[in-house]
């Protein structure tokens, strides 16, 4: 798997910018390794009273927010949302917290890829958190952070599938700032092209730094399953979670999907069934709670969770 990075070496193509005009990007060195990954092993509050704009939620140790499923025999094809990005604190060093929307990962219905682009709030060492805008094909390659962000910029991010030419474009905009990005991952050429603030870098080739890594293989298809917006703890090089930073609440806003069948609009969208996750830890200690919907289904907040106890 490639490392937490930048954008990665290949034919550079200037478009709509010169490069002089596009961000420099490059990998600091205190970044460590990070991969998001699906929702496992959830299950369902069995004390709560559901609420009509919230039902009782899930539970699990990586996500919090809520996730779509589609009718039978229909796939997601374009999921998007914005944020103000949220201040972190840190309970620990290496605590981090990742805010996203993406296609597949919602394990109940067997999908093992998730495709996705948000922001990151990550501790490092005693310093003030890094933000940062970010992208990932679960489990192709990890967390690839682009450029860096500010508390309280407005972000707007979007997947998009495209059955044509069987490609994921994961997009995200730093409207405060101005800066974007977008990806174009084509499943056939297992590669991708990035393009940042208008200046585009690729093909490169998923396998180029890991031999084995091939984007949506017959043996973990990309199956476009689900839709989701999360706040998650991410994963790290040994396989276990990074704990989880402390973030203030997070509204996420106009969030809307659509399908392959013509289907589109907000989470409450008639034909699709959707859920609402609770982050705990293994030993059942709360971590972050989503709260219900508001907004006809555009839009609802997540929250830090003092059970933590940290």
């Known amino acids: 798997m490639a490392t937490v990075g930048f954008v990665a070496a290949g034919a550079l193509v200037v478009v709509g910018a010169t490069p002089a005009v596009a961000r420099k990007t490059s990998s600091p060195s205190h970044h460590q390794r990070a991969f998001t990954q699906p929702a496992e092993n ?7 009273q559901p609420k009509p704009n919230k039902p009782c939620p899930h539970t699990n140790n990586v996500w919090s927010g809520y996730v779509l499923s589609p009718e039978s025999g229909h796939q997601f094809t374009t999921v998007s949302a914005s944020w103000v990005q949220t201040a972190v604190t840190c309970p620990k060093s290496n605590a981090w917290a990742l805010f996203w929307t993406g296609i597949d990962g919602w394990s109940q219905i067997g999908n093992a890829t998730v495709e996705q682009g948000g922001s990151s709030a990550q501790c490092t060492g005693t310093g003030p958190p890094d933000y940062e805008a970010w992208w990932e094909m679960y489990p192709t390659n990890d967390v690839q952070t682009v450029f860096p962000i500010s508390v309280r910029d407005h972000i707007n991010a979007q997947v ?21 990005f ?8 297992n590669s991708y092209t990035i393009t940042v603030d208008g ?8 396998a180029a730094t890991t031999s084995s890594a091939v984007l949506c293989p017959v043996s973990s298809p990309c ?4 839709a989701e917006w999360v706040v998650e703890a ?3 090089n040994n396989g276990s979670l990074y704990p989880l930073a402390h973030f203030r609440p997070l509204v996420f806003k106009s969030a809307f999907a659509a399908d392959n069948a013509g289907d589109s609009g907000p989470i409450t969208t ?4 959707f859920s609402a996750i609770d982050l705990a830890t293994v030993s059942g ?8 919907l508001m907004k006809q289904g555009t839009s609802f907040r997540v929250v830090w969770s003092r059970g933590q106890g940290q």
Do not use: K, R
């Open 182 to 189: 977008f990806v174009v991952c084509s499943v056939p050429d």
């Open 223 to 226: 199956m476009n399953g689900s």
């Open 285 to 292: 200690i709360e971590e972050a709670n989503v709260m219900p």
């Open 270 to 273: 008639n034909g699709w069934l």
């Open 42 to 48: 959830t299950t369902v509050n069995s004390v709560c």
């Open 199 to 206: 200046v585009t870098t690729g093909p490169t080739s998923f």
């Open 160 to 180: 998009v599938f495209s059955s044509v030419d069987d490609s994921y474009t994961v997009t995200v905009s730093d409207v405060t700032s101005g800066h974007s």
């Open 234 to 236: 991410p994963g790290g």
